[in-house]
Nanobody, 126 residues
Framework: QVQLVESGGGLVQAGGSLRLSCAASGGTFSTYDMGWFRQAPGKEREFVAVINWSGSSTYYADSVKGRLTISRDNAKNTVYLQMNSLKPEDTAVYYC???????????????????WGQGTQVTVSS
C-alpha cells in the first residue's frame, strides 16, 4: 500500500520561507509524476505544482510561479516544495499526491491523482 507523509509546515511571517517534504513508501516512487495541492478554509483544493517522474519537467500554478519550487530525490523517495516569499494568501493545508493518469497535459486536476498524504498546515501571518 502506498503511503505519502508530508512534513515541514508551520507558522511563518510574510516574506519568509518554508520547505515541505513528502516521503513516499510502498510503491515505485521513481516511475510516477508527483504533485502538490493546497486547500484553504472554505475553498476547494487547488493545484500548486507538479514534477515528472525524472525531475526534468515541472509546472506551476500562476499564483506561485517564481516563489515556490518543486523538486524530488528518487533515491530518497521524497518530493519537496521550497516556498519562498510567502504571502498570507498561501495559508492552507498542503497535500502531496501521486499522479495516476495523464488526462490533462499538465496534471492540474485532482482526479488524476490516486494517493494523497494527510496534509501539512502552512500559516503565513501578515
Amino acid at each position: 500500500q502506498v503511503q505519502l507523509v508530508e512534513s515541514g509546515g508551520g507558522l511563518v511571517q510574510a516574506g519568509g520561507s518554508l520547505r515541505l517534504s513528502c516521503a513516499a513508501s510502498g510503491g515505485t516512487f521513481s516511475t510516477y509524476d508527483m504533485g502538490w495541492f493546497r486547500q484553504a478554509p472554505g475553498k476547494e483544493r487547488e493545484f500548486v505544482a507538479v514534477i515528472n517522474w525524472s525531475g526534468s519537467s515541472t509546472y506551476y500554478a500562476d499564483s506561485v510561479k517564481g516563489r515556490l519550487t518543486i523538486s524530488r530525490d528518487n533515491a530518497k523517495n521524497t518530493v519537496y516544495l521550497q516556498m519562498n516569499s510567502l504571502k498570507p494568501e498561501d495559508t492552507a493545508v498542503y497535500y502531496c499526491a501521486r499522479r495516476r493518469t495523464h488526462t490533462t497535459v499538465r496534471g492540474t486536476q485532482t482526479y488524476e491523482y490516486d494517493y494523497w498524504g494527510q496534509g501539512t498546515q502552512v500559516t503565513v501571518s501578515s
